[in-house]
């Protein structure tokens, strides 16, 4: 079931709707050329079916995320913006349901005699070079499975890092990029949400966890609009350097009228520089050089 939230609709007739956005349907619906915020409904997920994921992976589910599907079993969540006549699809958040939460394994077009598997990335060399926690594993170590796909920029996994049997304390979330480098973003569950739900859905949000950043592109919509995080310190000190600050409250009006300078009166004052503020021609000149001059034996 697929519909447009509005900020009457929402808070009254889907009030468990407005907890499980966290009422960001209100701040995006109000933000300027925003458009088709949809909530693609999801009925709660049964107690069995966390009972047989649980068996069938030899996990246990930690309590958030039991908490979490209990409520919605998958979220996910869009919005656009419109430019001029154009719509464009911009953010996206999503967690995968209970039958997509599956274990991130060698894909099976890569299943050849020879081919490298993901265990073959291992190294360990750099596992305590700093304060990082210790990254998670493509081997035994870990058990990884796939709470977001990311629209193809990577992949947030939700991990255990003791292997199997996996116990719920021992989880964290994890962003693996395209390169299948590992970033750490939170602790718990509630907190990765959280994050998620605070930064918008905005293209590539996971990236400024990472110690590349965000891509140029991205930092634009991030410019526009800022994500409701304590995270802005790594956002807002990067971007004021090469990005154009906009201001969405002018991109989405008419263009501003053009005012035209007022002509100055003949007298100027003697170390008056000839410049773009003269345009009066032919009179400026004759003024400047009918003067007295005192400002010429300074300039070489």
Known sequence: MEEEASPPGLGCSKPHLEKLTLGITRILESSPGVTEVTIIEK??????MISSWEQKNNCVMPEDVKNFYLM???????????????????????INSISKLTQLTQSSMYSLPNAPTLADLEDDTH???????????????SVIFELDSCNGNGKVCLVYKSGKPALAEDTE????????????????????????ITHLGLPQWQYAF?????????????????????NTNLLTEETDSFVNKLD???????????????????LQPAGGQ???SGPSGPSTS????????????IRK
């Open 43 to 48: 009925p709660p997920a049964e107690r069995h």
């Open 72 to 94: 919605t079993n998958g979220f996910h969540m869009t919005w656009s913006m419109k430019l001029d006549e154009h719509i464009i699809p911009l953010g996206s958040m999503a």
């Open 127 to 141: 596992e305590a070079s700093d304060d990082q926690p210790e990254k998670p594993h493509f081997d035994s170590r």
């Open 173 to 196: 979330i994890w962003f693996l990029d395209r390169a299948l480098y590992w970033h750490f973003l939170t602790d718990t569950f509630t907190a990765y949400y959280r994050l998620l």
């Open 210 to 230: 990472t110690s590349y950043g965000i891509s140029p592109q991205a930092k634009q919509w991030f410019s526009m609009y800022k994500p409701i995080t304590y």
């Open 248 to 266: 969405p409250s002018k991109v989405f009006k008419s263009k501003n009228k053009i005012v035209i300078p007022t002509k100055k009166g003949p």
């Open 274 to 276: 000839k410049g773009p």
């Open 286 to 297: 004759s003024t400047s050089k009918s003067s007295s001059g005192s400002g010429n034996p």
